[in-house]
């Protein structure tokens, strides 16, 4: 089974508004962290936001916040007042709570274009 | 700001050959990752390692895998003799050691390898 769930493999959105990327997540484990990166067209991989599991309040980074709602299974991405240089991949990533498993299990991606 | 830095930034071989991938991560971070990006695809997770050793692994981490950490500031990914399907980006990540916490896994621009 899928661990992180991303729905939407692209969406256009206009300069200056709100866009949200969806993300579900499968785990049984409580204890587990939420993490999105972007990737621009260069490739690199760039951290955004983090939200842990037992964190009361949603996660706000910027112009980006964390719509965490734990019992869907979701950690959708929001991004406010959206710029040309937002245009990239957008990927959601897990990490459980597991004494010996540091791994970060990715979903397979949105692809965000900011049109002027 | 600190970052992981990786090099060289794109490497073409021949099918067959060794490579060796390397990474310099975030000088205070004491666990390093290997991910990996084929072309058009989710990333990936490969090998984890900390104090020396490795602490976790994925089935795409065979044999013809190894990393190593020469001395106190590089960290390296080898293949053995690569195959055509080890064409992708490959990614370092580093992150803080925490005992309790969520340590965000920070990466480096990726190299782009390239099996003929």
């Known amino acids: 089974a899928q661990k992180i769930t991303q729905t939407q493999p692209g969406m256009f959105v206009q300069e200056k508004e709100a866009v949200t990327l969806d993300c579900t997540y499968d785990t049984s484990d409580p204890s587990y962290g939420l993490f999105w990166y972007k990737q621009p067209s260069s490739g690199e991989m760039i951290f955004l936001i983090y939200q842990g599991s037992y964190d009361q309040q949603n996660a706000t980074e910027g112009r980006y916040s964390l719509n965490f709602q734990k019992a869907r299974k979701s950690a959708n991405l929001v991004i406010s007042a959206s710029q040309l240089g937002d245009s990239a991949m957008y990927f959601c990533a897990m990490r459980e709570g597991g004494a010996n498993d540091y791994k970060l299990s990715f979903g397979a991606g949105t692809t965000v274009t900011v049109r002027a | 700001e600190p970052e992981v830095t990786q090099t060289p930034s794109h490497q073409v071989t021949q099918m067959g050959q060794e490579v060796i991938l390397r990474c310099v991560p975030i000088?205070?971070?004491?666990?390093f990752y290997w991910y990996r990006q084929i072309l058009g695809q989710k990333v990936e997770f490969l090998v984890s390692?900390?104090?020396?050793?490795?602490?976790?692994k994925s089935e795409i981490f065979d044999d013809q895998f190894s990393v190593e950490r020469p001395d106190g500031s590089n960290f390296t990914l080898k293949i053995r003799s690569t195959k055509l399907e080890d064409s992708a980006m490959y990614f370092c990540a580093s992150s803080e050691f925490s005992s309790g916490g969520w340590e965000t896994q920070y990466f480096g621009p990726g190299t782009r390898l390239l099996v003929l």
């Open positions: 000088s205070n971070h004491l666990y």
């Open positions: 390692f900390y104090n020396n050793e490795i602490s976790e």
